[in-house]
């Protein structure tokens, strides 16, 4: 329980501390991992990571994204 609530509290003050003028929108809409589209499956969870927001249809791509993050990100449009 410490550790999900550690975990949150460093999500929350690293996406407080990114304005929004740094962090790059999600141009898709569908998930960037299973190709879903967004809201298909529930309310889609947003992260961002290296200033660019990524959008997920459910909890189990963000973990499939987290292994394998290079695989997913370059899938995006330059």
Request: charged letters at 25%; a positive charge.
């Amino acid at each position: 329980m410490k550790t999900k609530l550690g975990i949150l509290l460093t999500t929350a003050l690293l996406v407080l501390s990114l304005s929004a003028a740094d962090v790059k929108p999600y141009p898709l809409k569908n998930c960037l991992v299973s190709g879903n589209e967004l809201g298909s499956m529930g309310k889609p969870i947003t992260k961002i990571y290296d200033s660019q927001e990524i959008k997920f249809c459910c909890k189990p791509c963000i973990k499939k994204f987290e292994a394998n993050q290079a695989k997913y990100l370059g899938k995006l449009p330059k």
